[in-house]
């Protein structure tokens, strides 16, 4: 019973927290000057005119991203075949898990999205709820 309400804190503290995080980087994105774009205001940021939502999603990642030794950073444009790089890398990372030529290998039955974790997710599902 004490970890069960153990791990309720710690969930009811950590939404807190994000909470709190997200009302500082409104705060501090509201700050920053501002001019009008083609079709939205866009804020400066380390000398670029960009979108105040790109903004959040990038001081969102600077405060709660923690780095791991083990960490593979894949960075590329769109439409440039990041969904192949991403099925790729799975594969290589995962060759010791499943057997060549296996018929229950995740990529047979699961997208590459949905395997490899994109950190800028987050952001595009803000922006796509704002269009």
């Avoid at 990642?61 to 990041?82: Q, Y």
Wanted: with cysteine; hydrophobic share 40%; proline share 5%.
């Amino acid at each position: 019973m004490a970890a069960l309400a153990k791990d309720q804190s710690a969930a009811i503290s950590e939404s807190q927290e994000q909470e709190d995080t997200s009302i500082i980087i409104t705060a501090l994105v509201s700050k920053l000057p501002t001019r009008q774009g083609w079709s939205q205001s866009l804020v400066l940021y380390n000398n670029y005119w960009i979108n105040p939502l790109f903004v959040q999603g990038i001081l969102r990642l600077h405060t709660t991203f923690k780095p791991r030794h083990d960490d593979i950073i894949l960075a590329s444009n769109p439409k440039c075949g990041t969904t192949w790089m991403k099925a790729l890398t799975f594969t290589i990372t995962n060759r010791s898990r499943y057997e060549l030529g296996s018929n229950d290998h995740p990529l047979l039955s699961r997208h590459p999205q949905e395997l490899v974790r994109s950190m800028e997710h987050p952001l595009v599902m803000t922006m796509a709820s704002t269009i």
